[in-house]
């Protein structure tokens, strides 16, 4: 079975803090990829990976950066948090042709304050 | 901008009802996926149908792609308080690789 683990379950961190969530995956996959879920909106793309050192911007970006340094590590960094950034944050991992067969982590609950 | 809307957005319901969730679109995917997250937990893949008209079946859970390929259901037969959970359908947006648009999901519950 694919395993995807992220770091923390729930995290609590302070406005301004430089916050890493990181991600590993145990099945060679090509692809990983970082959500946030909220009520109501449901989840959105915040990065993807599609092979080591390389990344492109999801739907929502700003404020965020993620680091790819090994395959089976990906990093999503809030380089100065802030509270609108409290949410559920997910990390998916998928193979390279199969991109849209994506296995989930179990979440970190971040909450900035 | 593609969408996939999800109907209903919340559904109790007692043990060993059948039940009916929706997923709807204007525009065409070339596959959607369903998941199943439960509170706390990341989403699990259930499925994914690929072929207009397609019908998959995992064990009480019936999965039809609408044969347009613009829209799905998930019929779940003699629900168990187990099923409960946040189903999602997702299909693939355009652009990028696995860039896959969530609907909003439907939340479930099954009580017994």
């Known amino acids: 079975d694919v395993k995807v683990t992220q770091s923390s379950r729930y995290l609590v961190k302070r406005t301004g803090e430089k916050v890493f969530l990181e991600c590993v995956q145990d099945m060679d996959h090509e692809n990983m990829f970082w959500y946030r879920q909220d009520p109501g909106l449901g989840l959105r793309l915040i990065y993807f990976s599609y092979d080591v050192k390389m990344k492109e911007k999801g739907d929502i970006p700003e404020g965020y950066s993620v680091s790819r340094e090994k395959k089976e590590r990906f990093s999503l960094i809030l380089e100065s948090a802030s509270t609108n950034q409290t949410s559920m944050y997910l990390c998916?991992?998928?193979?390279?042709?199969?991109?849209?067969?994506?296995?989930f982590g179990p979440g970190t609950r971040l909450t900035v304050t | 901008t593609q969408l996939l809307e999800q109907s209903p957005q919340f559904l109790s319901i007692q043990e060993g009802e059948n039940l009916t969730v929706y997923c709807n679109s204007s525009?065409?995917?070339?596959?959607l996926q369903w998941y199943r997250q439960e509170p706390g937990e990341g989403p699990v893949l259930l499925v994914t149908?690929?072929?207009?008209?397609e019908v998959k079946k995992l064990k009480r859970l019936t999965f039809q792609f609408g044969d347009a390929r613009k829209d799905s259901s998930l019929h779940i037969t003699a629900a168990q308080p187990g099923d409960t959970g946040l189903y999602l359908c997702?299909?693939?947006?355009?652009?990028?690789?696995?860039?896959?648009?969530f609907g909003k999901g439907t939340k479930l519950s099954v009580k017994p």
């Open positions: 998916a991992s998928a193979l390279w042709d199969r991109a849209y067969e994506q296995y």
């Open positions: 149908v690929v072929t207009g008209g």
């Open positions: 997702a299909g693939e947006g355009g652009g990028s690789q696995g860039n896959l648009i």
């Open positions: 525009s065409v995917f070339s596959s």
